[in-house]
């Protein structure tokens, strides 16, 4: 929740830090593209040292890192210092929900996961919903370093919780980083395995048990068969250190890239996150310069996105649970990743046209009530569809969820970064009503990336495995 409100706590506050740094408009959307940027792309290197590490480690590096960039933010006279501190707050709360949804993944089966991911979203998506609120009550009562200082103490707190709290959660044997290195270290030691043999194990390339399996669980170590002589012992998990090589954090970014299911939904997913950080952004100028709210009142009305949000994430997560527990019923009790994405086909189909609703609402300026219902609505059927989005991403790569939740963050962040930095100046050429019906139709179009996969992906992955099988048998 911590790392969503740090991404828009200042958002109500951006009038009085202009004022206060004497900064430009375009200074201001550094400080927000700058901290979007790193944060979508620093989980790459986190997802790295994690497998090295453990989670545990890697949540105490960057609540630090958290901690430090708060605190100077809170006393930075420049507008350059606090760009280059939010850069820094970024790198530190970026490990809190990529790596947060791996350890998810440590800890649920596949069947559980789509519930489980929307109530764990839901707490990501409190920091929309109450980050306009705090920040802009903290900005009216004091001034906008209220904020950080705010951000400073819940980050002392969520270094203390993970010191003492927290347990770790990581599991080699669903890592595929940490198998391919036991492989590669019982292969340098001689027993060789017959070429029918693989190191895994019931997986998807077996047809008659292709299914009725989570497929994490397929994944197991690489063991010795007991026919064939060996003079070395075999390795436990214990034996294994992973290496620099091991742990490169762009082999696995590759290995995510080239499956074609995989960007066809990262793809809408960045879109998403990039359309409602746009929202969220230019919604606050709108709400400021045309109905002269205050720091305080823009916040209350923000909260309305956030709401939508949370109960789009919550009900869409139960959703595509029920839909994907009938249709594997009704498939026969097999079950298969894409049909976690026919979940998200209803919010599909209405999230265009509330998103064109709300932008020619607010360029006719109209009753700021009604501008608040449809900030539910699009907030309630973007993260709906998001949920069922990013539940597939984890189901479709077993063994390698860490990579692709952080792949997922890179493309969300490099888009959001590219959505703040055109906002204002689109915005203030097109308006509102223009510039959301844009928003619409590229939503639009990135929705039919989503139904492509839903009747590609699954030959698609067959046919990626079967690759990697042969290698791996080579």
Same mark, same amino acid.
């Given at each position: 929740?911590?790392?969503?409100?740090?991404?828009?706590?200042?958002?109500?506050?951006?009038?009085?830090? =202009? %004022?206060?740094? *004497?900064?430009?408009?375009?200074?201001?959307?550094?400080?927000?593209?700058?901290?979007?940027?790193?944060?979508?792309?620093?989980?790459? $290197?986190?997802?790295?040292?994690?497998?090295?590490?453990?989670?545990?480690? +890697?949540?105490?590096?960057?609540?630090?890192?958290?901690?430090?960039?708060?605190?100077?933010? =809170?006393?930075?006279?420049?507008?350059? +210092?606090?760009?280059?501190?939010?850069?820094?707050?970024?790198?530190?709360?970026?490990?809190?929900?990529?790596?947060?949804?791996?350890?998810?993944?440590?800890?649920?089966?596949? *069947?559980?996961?789509?519930?489980?991911?929307?109530?764990?979203?839901?707490?990501?998506?409190?920091?929309?919903?109450?980050?306009?609120?705090?920040?802009?009550?903290?900005?009216?009562?004091?001034?906008?370093? =209220?904020?950080?200082?705010?951000?400073?103490?819940?980050? +002392?707190?969520?270094?203390?919780?993970?010191?003492?709290?927290? %347990?770790?959660?990581?599991?080699?044997?669903?890592?595929?980083?940490?198998?391919? =290195?036991?492989?590669?270290?019982?292969?340098?030691?001689?027993?060789?395995?017959?070429?029918?043999?693989?190191?895994?194990?019931?997986?998807?390339?077996? &047809?008659?048990?292709? *299914?009725? %399996?989570?497929?994490? %669980?397929?994944?197991?170590?690489?063991?010795?068969? &007991? &026919?064939?002589?060996?003079?070395?012992?075999?390795?436990?998990?214990?034996? $294994?250190?992973?290496?620099?090589?091991? $742990?490169?954090?762009?082999?696995?970014?590759?290995?995510?890239l080239s499956r074609k299911n995989n960007v066809l939904i990262l793809i809408p997913n960045g879109l998403v996150f990039g359309f409602n950080y746009c929202l969220s952004y230019t919604c606050e100028r709108t709400l400021a310069n045309a109905y002269g709210y205050n720091a305080l009142s823009v916040g209350m009305v923000l909260l309305c996105l956030g709401v939508g949000s949370i109960a789009g994430s919550i009900i869409g997560g139960r959703w595509s649970d029920r839909v994907v527990r009938k249709m594997k019923q009704a498939n026969g009790g097999q079950w298969y990743a894409e049909m976690r994405l026919e979940s998200s086909k209803l919010a599909m189909l209405w999230l265009p046209p509330c998103i064109i609703g709300y932008g020619w609402m607010c360029d006719k300026h109209l009753n700021v009530a009604v501008i608040c219902v449809m900030l539910v609505l699009v907030g309630f059927t973007s993260i709906w569809m998001y949920a069922g989005t990013l539940a597939y991403l984890v189901d479709a790569n077993p063994g390698r969820s860490a990579a692709a939740v952080a792949t997922n963050s890179s493309f969300r962040g490099s888009l959001a970064f590219i959505s703040a930095i055109i906002a204002v100046p689109l915005q203030n050429a097109w308006g509102d009503g223009i510039l959301f019906t844009a928003w619409a139709g590229v939503l639009a179009a990135a929705e039919l990336l989503i139904i492509i996969v839903v009747h590609k992906g699954e030959s698609w992955r067959k046919e990626n495995d079967e690759n990697e099988r042969k290698m791996l048998s080579k």
């Open positions: 929740m911590v790392s969503a409100l740090a991404s828009n706590i200042q958002n109500p506050s951006n009038i009085l830090i =202009a %004022k206060d740094l *004497h900064a430009t408009n375009n200074q201001i959307s550094w400080t927000l593209a700058a901290f979007m940027l790193i944060q979508g792309n620093f989980p790459l $290197i986190w997802s790295a040292v994690a497998e090295i590490t453990g989670r545990k480690v +890697v949540y105490l590096l960057s609540s630090a890192l958290f901690v430090v960039g708060s605190a100077i933010l =809170a006393l930075s006279k420049t507008i350059e +210092v606090m760009i280059g501190m939010r850069a820094l707050q970024a790198a530190g709360s970026s490990a809190f929900l990529a790596i947060s949804a791996a350890t998810m993944a440590d800890i649920y089966e596949t *069947h559980e996961r789509g519930t489980m991911m929307g109530v764990f979203y839901a707490a990501p998506l409190l920091g929309p919903a109450l980050g306009p609120i705090i920040g802009g009550s903290l900005s009216q009562g004091f001034n906008w370093r =209220a904020s950080f200082y705010f951000l400073l103490i819940c980050g +002392v707190i969520i270094f203390l919780s993970f010191l003492i709290l927290f %347990k770790d959660t990581y599991r080699c044997e669903r890592s595929l980083t940490y198998c391919s =290195a036991l492989q590669r270290r019982l292969a340098s030691q001689g027993p060789v395995r017959r070429p029918s043999e693989s190191t895994i194990v019931g997986s998807e390339f077996n &047809e008659d048990k292709t *299914h009725d %399996k989570d497929l994490e %669980k397929q994944f197991q170590l690489p063991v010795i068969p &007991e &026919e064939i002589p060996s003079v070395t012992p075999t390795l436990g998990p214990d034996d $294994i250190r992973l290496s620099i090589k091991d $742990i490169n954090p762009f082999p696995p970014y590759y290995q995510i």
